[in-house]
């Protein structure tokens, strides 16, 4: 039986274009899911949309087009955003779909049966942005807490879903499971929440039809906690399909939307005898240039836009290594720049390109080794464990440590280089240099099989010029360190990161 691990994005709210935001998140979760299938996991990746509610009904209308052709038109710029940010993404959900109807109807009806879902009446202020209903004391200057955007009066009549009957499962089960909510900050966070007491909570609306109606009374339409939420399951074919296989899942979200993800759905997912999720992790936010990013500032950071100026992989690299992940960050583009030319351009691009280059000159393949001397035996015995140590990093989706242990050898491999010089052991000693450039030679496998989930387009140039190819992990754990053909030629290597000016971050 084969091991398998599932990560998803939220579904993101398709009422504007892609942003830095959708872009990082996605982005964590594909480098997690690539990381996963070379550690011989089964895995699945989700991402997707979200696309109902009253929001996208107006918006719509707004532009005078019907609601699913509207939606349809927007929905490929978050498409877009797999090719963009050389996302492995092996679903793309939206909740406009059948097969999501379906499933979240089954889940309605799940909830109604265990005795969950009631009918009652709701007043209250509402935000259309924010699509969430607040009480007179939230509201700040009369205006949503969360956004500031403006709120309506509402009342209507609305079925509710018992959520006060899991305030203390929900504690237990946090008490149990230390690890579901992570950071741990955020966890603290969750758990304050709850103690201060969950009440019922509005499953369905009446003042608009762009939704899932609710099974047996069409005169409603599911709210989004039993609509999106459900998502996650709807892809797999919940409760009967071969992907169950991949539940529980791990869900990457933005820390605005934790509670949804660690508390209702938790709770919902108990009331439907469903198994809770492995982890909900909540990242942080990234401001641009030290300040909100905002049209009116002119500082909104678009994934084409920075990936075509200056990489894919270069941004990919960036956003995990400079940040840790959970923490706000920001984007800055002489840091950008910085990282680039430093981290990418010369500790790894340059290293690569000085010792293929000698091999490719001096030898033409793969050189034989000969006598080992302890500074080889030194830096050799630093790959000992290594990928055990960023899996361990990887496991708890601490990128940027995952990243500082593979530049711990990186700037070894630099070091070393430096210290047995096989430029001049080209001359006076060519047995020597063919030793050294293999050691480095053989350092490569692992260095490139370790970035290959960060930025897999560029570890597959270096695996062309190494002539060798990372299977899985395992393989190389267990693969003796000298194990490159010798007789493997070599080219003379093109350069993969190019250094970048400081006027083209300007």
Request: proline residues 4%; contains cysteine.
């Amino acid at each position: 039986m084969s091991k398998t691990a599932y990560i998803t994005t939220p579904i993101y709210y398709p009422s504007g274009n892609p942003h830095l935001g959708s872009a990082y998140t996605s982005t964590a979760c594909d480098v997690w899911a690539r990381f996963k299938r070379l550690d011989g996991f089964d895995t699945l990746f989700l991402t997707g949309t979200d696309e109902h509610g009253l929001k996208i009904q107006r918006s719509a209308e707004k532009a005078g087009m019907e609601t699913q052709a509207y939606l349809d038109g927007i929905n490929e710029k978050f498409r877009e955003l797999s090719p963009i940010m050389n996302l492995s993404n092996d679903d793309f959900i939206r909740t406009t779909e059948q097969r999501h109807k379906d499933i979240a109807t089954k889940m309605w009806q799940t909830l109604e049966k265990a005795g969950y879902i009631y009918k009652d009446k709701y007043a209250g202020w509402y935000s259309v942005s924010d699509e969430t209903y607040y009480t007179e004391e939230q509201l700040v200057d009369g205006k949503s807490p969360d956004s500031g955007h403006p709120v309506e009066w509402v009342e209507e009549e609305s079925y509710f879903f018992k959520m006060s009957a899991f305030e203390q499962k929900l504690l237990d089960f946090y008490e149990q499971n230390p690890n579901f909510i992570q950071p741990a900050s955020r966890r603290n966070e969750v758990i304050s929440f709850v103690k201060n007491g969950l009440e019922d909570v509005s499953v369905s609306r009446t003042t608009f039809n762009w939704g899932i109606p609710v099974p047996g009374d069409d005169k409603h339409v599911m709210y989004v906690w039993v609509d999106a939420l459900t998502n996650y399951l709807s892809a797999i074919g919940w409760p009967e399909s071969d992907k169950m296989k991949y539940w529980p899942a791990i869900h990457v979200v933005g820390k605005d939307i934790l509670r949804f993800h660690a508390i209702i759905w938790p709770a919902m997912l108990m009331a439907a005898e469903v198994p809770l999720p492995k982890q909900v992790y909540a990242h942080g936010w990234w401001t641009s240039e030290g300040k909100k990013m905002s049209k009116s500032f002119g500082n909104v950071i678009d994934p084409k836009e920075v990936t075509e100026t200056y990489g894919t992989d270069q941004i990919r690299y960036f956003i995990l290594r400079e940040i840790s992940f959970g923490s706000d960050g920001d984007f800055s583009k002489d840091r950008l720049v910085e990282r680039i030319n430093s981290d990418l351009a010369n500790s790894l691009g340059n290293l690569y390109q000085r010792v293929l280059s000698m091999v490719a000159k001096n030898v033409g393949h793969v050189p034989q080794h000969q006598n080992l001397t302890e500074a080889d035996e030194a830096y050799i015995g630093q790959f000992n464990g290594i990928i055990g140590d960023v899996r361990q990093e990887m496991e708890a989706l601490q990128f940027h440590k995952a990243l500082e242990r593979i530049w711990q050898v990186v700037y070894s491999a630099n070091q070393y280089m430096d210290a047995q010089e096989p430029w001049v052991l080209r001359k006076t000693d060519p047995e020597r240099m063919a030793t050294v450039l293999r050691v480095l030679m053989e350092s490569f496998k692992y260095i490139t099989a370790l970035i290959k989930p960060f930025m897999p387009e560029a570890a597959s140039k270096f695996e062309a010029q190494l002539n060798w190819q990372v299977t899985d992990y395992k393989t190389l754990e267990d693969a003796d360190f000298f194990s490159l053909n010798v007789e493997s030629e070599i080219q003379k290597p093109s350069g993969v990161f190019m250094r970048v000016e400081n006027k083209e971050a300007a």
